[in-house]
């Protein structure tokens, strides 16, 4: 592919993307822009844009392709102002939110079907954020959703999905709702856990101050995701609460379960409790 990249946000994901669309299509030429000047700055300076723009209307008139890479809440301001600019008649927009029903309706209420916008959520990433530590490897291998809305063309999804290769990923089509009800039960719901745990670890640690210090294996591998960024993460589950909230029903009468089978002391239940969990978790494709 050969055109104008615009990327908004310029962070781990937005550059991680940057780098793969450079090293697949070297003859794009790629532009960024970020609220946040250091990121801009330290873009140009590891050599994952190779130029900024002062403002959205200026990358928003040259680029054949924008992708939106800030938390949820501002992408869809973003959207909202891009729905009032001069845009190529064929530009593609997409974003990489890690929630799209929202998304989805507010591109639907402000584009109405005069802009091609393809929403999209590559399912890898990490706690780290910034652009510092944008890797053209993150996306190898992982599922990269993308939700057309029905009247999107195959001949459009098909350019999107050619600016895409270098991912390497998997780009598999998904209905919106679809999408945050898998992603609510495989990601926000084990953010949520992995902040609890934290905060009750921290809660008992003032009675018992070892807790801290021996915090390791175990309890490091299950909250990983709670040093995850806090913006990032409030919008999101703000954004999938609905999904969040049967969820998190369904893990309370799970909690309400073991609880009954501890207070029995039934031995046999927990056995066969741990058992299914390890047989499943021993399952679970080795791809990412
Ligand atoms: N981190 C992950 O694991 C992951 C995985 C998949 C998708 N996502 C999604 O990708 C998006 C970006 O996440 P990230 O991890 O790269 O975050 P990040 O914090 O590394 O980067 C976000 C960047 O957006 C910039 N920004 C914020 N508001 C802006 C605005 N109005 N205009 C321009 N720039 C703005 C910030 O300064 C920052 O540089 C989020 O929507 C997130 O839900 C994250």
Redesign the pocket.
């Known amino acids: 592919m050969k055109g104008n990249v615009f990327i908004?946000?310029?962070?781990?994901?937005?550059?991680s993307l940057a780098l793969t669309i450079k090293n697949q299509h070297p003859n794009t030429k790629i532009y960024g822009?970020?609220?946040?000047q250091h990121?801009i700055e330290k873009a140009i300076e590891l050599n994952v844009i190779d130029e900024k723009v002062d403002s959205?209307q200026q990358g928003a008139e040259l680029a054949d392709l924008i992708i939106l890479?800030?938390?949820?809440v501002?992408?869809r301001?973003?959207m909202k102002q891009l729905s009032s600019m001069t845009l190529k008649d064929n530009v593609i927009i997409t974003?990489?939110?890690?929630?799209k029903g929202e998304i989805m309706e507010a591109a639907n209420e402000v584009f109405n079907g005069k802009v091609t916008f393809i929403g999209g959520?590559?399912?890898?990433?990490?706690?780290k954020?910034?652009?510092e530590?944008a890797d053209l490897h993150l996306f190898d291998n992982a599922y990269y959703i993308l939700t057309p809305a029905p009247e999107i063309s195959n001949k459009r999804i098909s350019e999107l999905k050619s600016w895409l290769s270098g991912t390497n990923a998997r780009l598999h089509i998904l209905d919106k709702d679809e999408h945050d009800y898998i992603v609510g039960m495989i990601s926000h719901l084990p953010h949520l856990i992995a902040g609890v745990l934290v905060n009750q670890a921290k809660k008992h640690a003032i009675r018992e101050p070892l807790i801290r210090q021996m915090a390791a294996g175990g309890f490091r591998d299950i909250t990983r995701i709670a040093s995850?960024?806090p913006?990032?993460w409030s919008?999101?589950v703000m954004d999938n609460r609905h999904n969040l909230l049967d969820l998190i029903e369904d893990w309370m009468n799970e909690i309400r379960k073991l609880t009954a089978v501890l207070q029995a002391g039934d031995e046999q239940a927990i056995h066969h409790f741990f058992e299914g969990a390890k047989e499943y978790r021993d399952s679970l494709p080795s791809h990412v």
């Open positions: 908004v946000g310029l962070g781990l994901i937005g550059g822009l970020d609220v946040h990121e959205l890479s800030t938390p949820v501002e992408l301001k973003i974003d990489t939110g890690s929630t959520h590559p399912i890898a990433g990490s706690h954020t910034g652009v530590n995850s960024n913006s990032i919008d999101i």
